[in-house]
T-cell receptor, first 115, second 109 residues
């Protein structure tokens, strides 16, 4: 079944702890994205990657880090520097970023809660 | 940067009713998408519609790019239509989608 998977579904973080959210896609898409959604709000872009071994900051990258070692995978690390990490995190992919006609497809999301 | 405004912010319907959701954007765009976020948080693509009109079952959408707005029509609403509807746009020179704050729809049986 083609699609985007995210794990875990729920994640609890203790103060001062780094946590990593997984995102995998088998759609053979070049571009991948991470978004953050706070309650009652729209999505905001954290990081995006157009190709393997390349990624760019989005609007709210502070306190987050990513890697893109494989085309299929784009993990997001929420570091201790992110002071308010409680949110819903969504991963997306699209065939490529440069065409304005590309549609982004989303994974099921990870809910991160701080203990 | 470009602003995306959706209205109404909240909408309550009785099952079977029709509704119109609106998305206004402040600059020219070449990509506009409508999404439905279900109660479990999954975002589902509804339409890619930078201009013109499209229909998919009980849903249809119209974008008038020259006047910078898009409309999503839901006819004969069902309880499964409940959730949040997002409009997202992308400018020609940009890599990212800009999301509106959404319309929260509740369809009562």
């Amino acid at each position: 079944d083609g699609g985007i998977t995210q794990s875990p579904k729920y994640l609890f973080r203790k103060e001062g702890q780094n946590v990593t959210l997984s995102c995998e896609q088998n759609l053979n898409h070049d571009a991948m994205y991470w978004y953050r959604q706070d309650p009652g709000q729209g999505l905001r872009l954290i990081y995006y990657s157009q190709i393997v071994n390349d990624f760019q900051k989005g609007d709210i990258a502070e306190g987050y880090s990513v890697s893109r070692e494989k085309k299929e995978s784009f993990p997001l690390t929420v570091t201790s520097a992110q002071k308010n990490p409680t949110a819903f995190y969504l991963c997306a992919s699209s065939p490529r970023t440069r065409s304005t006609q590309e549609t982004q497809y989303f994974g099921p999301g990870t809910r991160l809660l701080v203990l | 940067g470009i602003q995306v405004e959706q209205s109404p912010p909240d909408l309550i319907l009785q099952e079977g009713a029709n509704s119109t959701l609106r998305c206004n954007f402040s600059d020219s765009v070449n990509n506009l998408q409508w999404f439905h976020q279900n109660p479990w948080g999954q975002l589902i693509n509804l339409f890619y519609i930078p201009s013109g009109t499209k229909q998919n079952g009980r849903l249809s959408a119209t974008t008038v790019a020259t006047e910078r707005y898009s409309l999503l029509y839901i006819s004969s609403s069902q309880t499964t239509d409940s959730g949040v509807y997002f409009c997202a746009v992308r400018m020609d020179s940009s890599y990212k989608l800009i999301f509106g704050s959404g319309t929260r729809l509740l369809v009562r049986p």
